[in-house]
C-alpha cells in the first residue's frame, strides 16, 4: 500500500517567489496535517485539515495557506517566500481515532 | 504554552549498550505523548505512544512509560543495535486534536559496532 507521497522532492526558489507543495494521504485517512522542520529542530505544526476543512492552525503569518481537495490530498502554498523558509516540510494523515500519525518523506525547500 | 523538552545529542554509544534518552513536558491537561524516529533518509514514523497516566509504550525494544507526577516520557532501550541511529523525537498531541502535535528538538543517535 502506498504510504503518504508529497511533490515535488526537492526545489529551489528565490525570495518573493511562491511556492505549491503536495500531499496525497494514505486511502482512507482523513485528516492531513503539514509540518515545518528547519535543520536541526524538530517538527512544527503549520495546519491540520479534516474533511476539507481547517481545524488547526499553528503560529505561522498569514503567507502559509493550505487546502483540502475532495479526495483529501492538500496543497501548502507559501507566497514572499523569505530566507528563513528554507526547511522540509512535512505532510501527515492519520485515520479518525488511531491516534498515530503517518509521515510523508517531505519536500525540502531551499530559497535564495 | 505546551511544550517538549528533550535531552541535547548527539548521543553515541556502543552496540549492546543502554539507551536512555530524556524527555519531559508542560502540558495543561493530559495529552498523549509520542516518540517518533526518523532513519536517515527516510520520514517520521511513530516508534511508541502512551495516552494515559503509566501506560507504557513499547516497540522494537524500546519503552518509555508516561509519568504525570514527574511530566517525563524517557525512552529507554536495553540493548542498542547499528540499526538503531537515528534522529528520536518525543511529541505531544495538543488537545487531543491527533494532527497537531508539539515536537522535541530531536536527539541524535549513533551506534557503533
Known amino acids: 500500500d502506498a504510504g503518504v507521497t508529497q511533490s515535488p522532492t526537492h526545489l529551489i526558489k528565490t525570495r518573493g517567489q511562491h511556492v505549491t507543495l503536495r500531499c496525497s494521504p494514505i486511502?482512507?485517512?482523513?485528516?492531513v496535517s503539514w509540518y515545518q522542520q528547519v535543520l536541526g529542530q524538530g517538527p512544527q505544526f503549520i495546519f491540520q485539515?479534516?474533511?476539507?476543512?481547517?481545524?488547526g492552525r499553528g503560529n505561522f503569518p498569514d503567507r502559509f495557506s493550505a487546502r483540502q481537495f475532495p479526495n483529501y490530498s492538500s496543497e501548502l502554498n507559501v507566497n514572499a517566500l523569505l530566507l528563513g523558509d528554507s526547511a522540509l516540510y512535512l505532510c501527515?494523515?492519520?485515520?479518525?481515532?488511531?491516534?498515530?500519525?503517518?509521515f510523508g518523506e517531505g519536500s525540502r525547500l531551499t530559497v535564495l | 504554552g505546551d511544550s517538549v523538552t528533550q535531552m541535547e545529542g548527539p548521543v553515541t554509544l556502543s552496540e549492546e549498550a543502554f539507551l536512555t534518552i530524556n524527555c519531559t513536558y508542560t502540558?495543561?491537561?493530559?495529552?498523549?505523548l509520542f516518540w517518533y524516529v526518523q532513519y536517515p533518509g527516510e520520514g517520521l514514523q511513530l516508534l511508541l505512544k502512551?495516552?494515559?497516566?503509566?501506560d507504557k509504550g513499547s516497540n522494537k525494544g524500546f519503552e518509555a512509560t508516561y509519568r504525570k507526577e514527574t511530566t517525563s516520557f524517557h525512552l529507554e532501550k536495553g540493548s542498542v543495535q547499528v540499526s538503531d541511529s537515528a534522529v528520536y523525537f518525543c511529541?505531544?498531541?495538543?488537545?487531543?486534536?491527533?494532527?497537531?502535535?508539539?515536537f522535541g528538538k530531536g536527539t541524535k543517535l549513533s551506534v557503533k559496532p
Open positions: 501527515a494523515s492519520s485515520f479518525p481515532g488511531s491516534g498515530e500519525l503517518f
Open positions: 502540558a495543561t491537561g493530559y495529552p498523549s
Open positions: 485539515y479534516y474533511e476539507k476543512e481547517e481545524r
Open positions: 511529541a505531544l498531541d495538543y488537545g487531543g486534536s491527533q494532527g497537531n502535535l508539539i
Open positions: 486511502s482512507g485517512h482523513k485528516s
Open positions: 502512551a495516552t494515559k497516566a503509566d
